[in-house]
Each structure stands twice: as C-alpha cells, then as structure tokens.
Nanobody
Framework: QVQLVESGGGSVQAGGSLRLSCTVSGYSYSAACMGWFRQAPGKEREGVARRDSFASTTYADSVKGRFTISRDNAKNILYLQMNSLKPEDTAMYYC??????????????????WGQGTQVTVSS
C-alpha cells in the first residue's frame, strides 16, 4: 500500500528556516510528480510547490525565492527547504504524489496520494 509520511515540521521564529521531508513507501519507482501543499485554519488548501521526475518545478508566488523543492528520485524522498519564514507560512503542510502523470497535467486536488501532514508554526 502506497503511503506518504512527512516530517520536519515545528515551530520557528520569523526569518528562520525549516526543511520538510516526505518519504514514499510501497512504491519502488520514482513518482512522476510530487508536491507540497499547505492549509491554514479557516482557509482552503494551497499549492506550494511541485516537482516532477524530470526536475521541472513550479512554485506559488507567495513562496518564490524563499522555498526550494527538491527530490531524491531513486529513494522517492521529497524535500521542501523553507527559508525566510513568515507568520503567513503557518499551516499544516502536506506532501502529495502522483505515480504516473506529469505535474503540469495535475490539478491541485488530483494527486493520487497524500500524507498526513506536518505542522509548521512561524511566530513573529
């Protein structure tokens, strides 16, 4: 059974950094697309960044220049390096994967698998 597990969340002061990780298990190949999403209380889920197996990346405007998505294709591990964190970045962060489709073809709600989330809290 395919599972995604996030780690690396926590509490940090504004301007600080965190690195999130997402590990895929139950699948022996590189997922075609993996991405990060976040959801703050009372708000809709927001796409943060995504990266496909050919290293094509897409970022939300709100995180460009501050966040970097990367992945280890061989091990199916997805990372999100978050720098210059702001209180507005506070949210539950989820990773998602689609095993077969390229990222540019997938709507935010269309990923096949999701992790349980890891909380990121940024204080001012």
């Amino acid at each position: 059974q395919v599972q995604l597990v996030e780690s690396g969340g926590g509490s940090v002061q504004a301007g600080g950094s965190l690195r999130l990780s997402c590990t895929v298990s139950g699948y022996s190949y590189s997922a075609a697309c993996m991405g990060w999403f976040r959801q703050a209380p009372g708000k809709e889920r927001e796409g943060v960044a995504r990266r496909d197996s050919f290293a094509s990346t897409t970022y939300a405007d709100s995180v460009k220049g501050r966040f970097t998505i990367s992945r280890d294709n061989a091990k199916n591990i997805l990372y999100l390096q978050m720098n210059s964190l702001k209180p507005e970045d506070t949210a539950m962060y989820y990773c998602a994967a689609d095993l077969y489709r390229r990222c540019y073809t997938i709507p935010d709600s269309g990923f096949g698998y999701w992790g349980q989330g890891t909380q990121v809290t940024v204080s001012s």
